[in-house]
C-alpha cells in the first residue's frame, strides 16, 4: 500500500467508516503462544516477524473468529492445528474481541482436552485466506515429486476473481495471469494454491 491509500483508509477510520473488524486476539497453548495478546487498532494490517515467530499461528486463529454464510467455509481451528504424532493440540484458548458498530463482542474458543469447544453463535462474516506463505515453482517444492505421483487427478479447482489476481500479484509485487485453489485425490479436504505467470506456475 502507498502512503495515499493508507491516509484514505485513516481517514475512512476516523470518520467510523470502518464499523466492523477484529479488534483483539489472544492465543494459549499453541505453537509457543502462551496468552499474548495482539491488538489490531487499525483495519488494515501487516504482521512482520522473522520465521517461526507465530505469524501464520495468529492469521489461523484470527481466522477462526467469524463464521462464514457458507458454513462449508467456515474455518475452524482443527483446519489449522493437528495433532501429529510430534505434537498434542489441548490446553488451547483462543479469545477474541470484535467490533460491530458501537459494540464490542468477546468471546473465545478453547481445546481444554480432546474437542473443539465453541461459543453458540460465532459473529457472521466471511473470510477468506489467500495462503501464499510459499510460492516457489512447484519443481523446487520439496518432495514434490512424491505428491506428484500420488496425486492422479484434481478432485476440484476454484478460479480466483480477475479483481483479487491483480490484488495478489501488486502484494507479491509480481503479474500474475491467474490465480486458482485446487484440490488433489490425495487429500480433498486441503486446497493448494496454484499461481500462473506467462512462462510458469
Known sequence: MDSGEISKISDQFKAGQWPRFLEM???SGLRGWAG????FTFPVVAVVGENGTGKSTLLQAAACAYE??????TFYPSTFFLNTRWDTI????????IKTGSENQTFQINKPTKRWSFP???VARDVFILDISRTLPLGASVGYAKIARLAASEVSTTQVSAEYTE???????????SARFATSDVDSRRQVGLLTRESAK
Open 68 to 73: 462464514n454464510a457458507d458454513k462449508s467455509k
Open 120 to 122: 453458540e453463535k460465532r
Open 36 to 39: 499474548q495478546t495482539v491488538n
Open 167 to 177: 490484488r495478489l500479484s501488486h502484494v507479491l509485487g509480481r503479474n500474475y495471469k
Open 25 to 27: 486476539v489472544e492465543v
Open 90 to 97: 489441548q490446553g488451547v484458548s483462543l479469545k477474541y474481541r
